[in-house]
């Protein structure tokens, strides 16, 4: 009915208004990030590891908030993860440790000579770092050791619930 009053329900209002002071102290409610902590890594880092002669190939990337991902085969060669993991404060400082010994941003677009490919990018405040190494590059094989270590993860469960090695008994 157009022009009727209204009628308004004090006690409703201020249980809404209460209701939303209960969630404001709280801390529960609408956040931004969805209730995530933002751990901003100072890096990001993709990279895609080719082994032509052995058919291997194995792709890690690592997001600024800390997110790790990785793949191995046919998902490895179009950069699509089949493992994600978050990283530890302690991983992480690693992680950016090996990365900056890699000396990415001084580095040529493409070095090196051998069978396996390493495709490196990494963004940081300055920008977009992206080069080729090919063959043998103890900094590059340090970085791309530890990350596979980490994709390793993947596999704990499994590897821990194997039986143990002992004695046979007969």
């Known amino acids: 009915m157009i022009g009727a009053r209204v009628r ?5 209002r201020l249980g809404a208004f209460l209701c939303a002071a209960i969630f404001a102290a709280s801390g529960v409610g ?13 890096i990001e880092l993709a990279y895609q590891w080719v082994d032509d002669a052995e058919a291997r190939v194995a792709y890690y990337a690592v997001e600024r908030d800390g997110t790790f991902r990785s793949a191995g085969g046919r998902k490895a060669r179009e950069r699509e993860a089949t493992f994600r993991a978050t990283l530890s404060d302690a991983e992480l400082a690693r992680f950016v440790e090996l990365a900056r010994a ?3 941003a001084s580095r040529p677009d ?3 000579s051998g069978e396996q490919r390493s495709e490196i990018e990494i963004r940081d405040a300055d920008g977009r770092h992206a080069f080729i ?3 043998a590059d103890a900094s590059v094989e340090e970085l791309r050791a530890y990350l596979a270590e980490l994709s390793m ?3 704990r469960d499994v590897l821990d619930a194997l039986p143990e090695a002992g004695s046979r008994k007969q």
Do not use: K, W
Request: aromatic letters at 6%.
């Open 30 to 42: 609408c956040a931004a990030s969805g209730g995530r902590v933002d751990r901003r890594v100072e």
């Open 8 to 12: 308004r329900n004090p006690g409703a």
């Open 153 to 155: 993860r993947q596999y």
């Open 133 to 135: 190494v090919r063959g």
């Open 110 to 112: 493409e070095s090196g």
């Open 102 to 104: 890699t000396g990415y």
